[in-house]
């Protein structure tokens, strides 16, 4: 008796199925691993958040892909419940790119802050000349972010075969397209966060720092080298400049105050 030898649309369904939960699990590999980082940043930090928040965000992709399994499977064995599984699946979805959309745009690039001012949407300080890319990045981010809406309505609606390979073949490459954007961005918030709480800095100061010092620092990070938008604070820094290549230090001044007063009493005490 001959084996019978498997159709190739078998074998290609074979492949492209949930079947005993190995796509699954390998597509929940990369969120594991950022999920299980987040919660060891806790664990050392002890800080709710960002990291636990940012954990919760990579948790959604663990119930968005179990559902899209469990409709898969459902759906070719034709049970009653898949359709359930189909509309948990859209919920999860949804729910997971309007939690990343607002990670990206409020946390990671640090956008749509209250003191932004002049910069309508963006933040205070802002790197690259023209706000036009921070705005093209915003919708470039939120369309792309929803475009998995556009394969599974064509998929759903069966217009013709194999459309959704043909999107996915697509939207692969926008992905890669939206994440070499979203590096830009991140890159030059995080820049501007470590300039902002000194976790970067270009001098060193050993002597203790007061009020006044401080000031005088943020007055040195804003010019022309800082770190705020060249182009329009130009004028403001000519009117308001100040000499800043060798500060006076308040701490310094009183520790020099100090060495006279010690000095005068010495010689106090030999006459």
Same mark, same amino acid.
């Given at each position: 008796?001959?084996?019978?030898?498997?159709?190739?649309?078998?074998?290609?369904?074979?492949?492209?199925?949930?079947?005993?939960?190995? $796509?699954?699990?390998?597509?929940?590999?990369?969120?594991?691993?950022?999920?299980?980082?987040?919660? $060891?940043?806790?664990?050392?930090?002890?800080?709710?958040?960002?990291?636990?928040?940012?954990?919760?965000?990579?948790?959604?992709?663990?119930?968005?892909?179990?559902?899209?399994? @469990?409709?898969?499977?459902?759906?070719?064995?034709?049970?009653?419940?898949? &359709?359930?599984?189909?509309?948990?699946?859209?919920?999860?979805?949804?729910?997971?790119?309007?939690?990343?959309? %607002?990670?990206?745009?409020?946390?990671?690039?640090?956008?749509?802050?209250?003191?932004?001012?002049? *910069?309508?949407? @963006?933040?205070?300080? %802002?790197?690259?000349?023209?706000?036009?890319?921070?705005?093209?990045? %915003?919708?470039?981010?939120?369309? /792309?972010?929803?475009?998995?809406?556009?394969? %599974?309505?064509?998929?759903?609606?069966?217009?013709?075969?194999?459309?959704?390979?043909?999107?996915?073949?697509?939207?692969?490459?926008?992905?890669?397209?939206?994440?070499?954007?979203?590096?830009?961005?991140? /890159?030059? *918030?995080?820049?501007?966060?470590?300039?902002?709480?000194?976790?970067?800095?270009?001098?060193?100061?050993?002597?203790?720092? *007061?009020?006044?010092?401080?000031? /005088? @620092?943020? &007055? #040195?990070?804003? &010019?022309?080298?800082?770190?705020? *938008?060249? #182009?329009?604070?130009? /004028?403001?820094?000519?009117?308001?400049?100040?000499?800043?290549?060798?500060?006076?230090?308040?701490?310094?001044?009183?520790?020099?105050?100090?060495?006279? @007063?010690?000095?005068?009493?010495?010689?106090?005490?030999?006459?």
């Amino acid at each position: 008796m001959l084996a019978s030898t498997p159709s190739p649309t078998t074998d290609q369904e074979m492949c492209s199925s949930y079947a005993y939960g190995v $796509r699954a699990v390998v597509q929940c590999i990369p969120a594991w691993l950022r999920f299980i980082q987040c919660l $060891r940043r806790y664990r050392d930090t002890k800080r709710a958040f960002p990291h636990l928040v940012n954990a919760g965000k990579y948790s959604t992709t663990f119930f968005m892909v179990t559902f899209a399994a @469990l409709y898969s499977t459902h759906k070719a064995q034709n049970h009653s419940d898949a &359709q359930v599984f189909f509309y948990l699946w859209i919920v999860s979805y949804f729910f997971s790119s309007c939690y990343t959309l %607002i990670w990206d745009l409020k946390m990671d690039w640090g956008l749509f802050d209250r003191n932004a001012g002049e *910069n309508t949407f @963006l933040r205070e300080e %802002i790197v690259y000349p023209q706000k036009a890319y921070y705005y093209c990045a %915003i919708i470039e981010d939120v369309l /792309l972010r929803f475009a998995w809406t556009i394969q %599974i309505s064509l998929t759903t609606m069966n217009v013709f075969p194999h459309v959704g390979d043909i999107v996915a073949t697509i939207l692969a490459p926008l992905e890669v397209f939206r994440r070499f954007v979203w590096n830009f961005f991140r /890159l030059e *918030n995080e820049h501007l966060n470590n300039c902002g709480e000194f976790r970067a800095v270009r001098d060193i100061s050993v002597a203790p720092m *007061n009020a006044d010092d401080q000031t /005088l @620092l943020e &007055q #040195m990070m804003d &010019q022309e080298d800082g770190v705020k *938008n060249r #182009m329009k604070s130009k /004028l403001w820094k000519r009117s308001h400049s100040v000499s800043l290549r060798r500060p006076h230090l308040a701490s310094q001044s009183k520790g020099r105050d100090t060495k006279v @007063l010690i000095d005068d009493t010495d010689d106090e005490a030999y006459t």
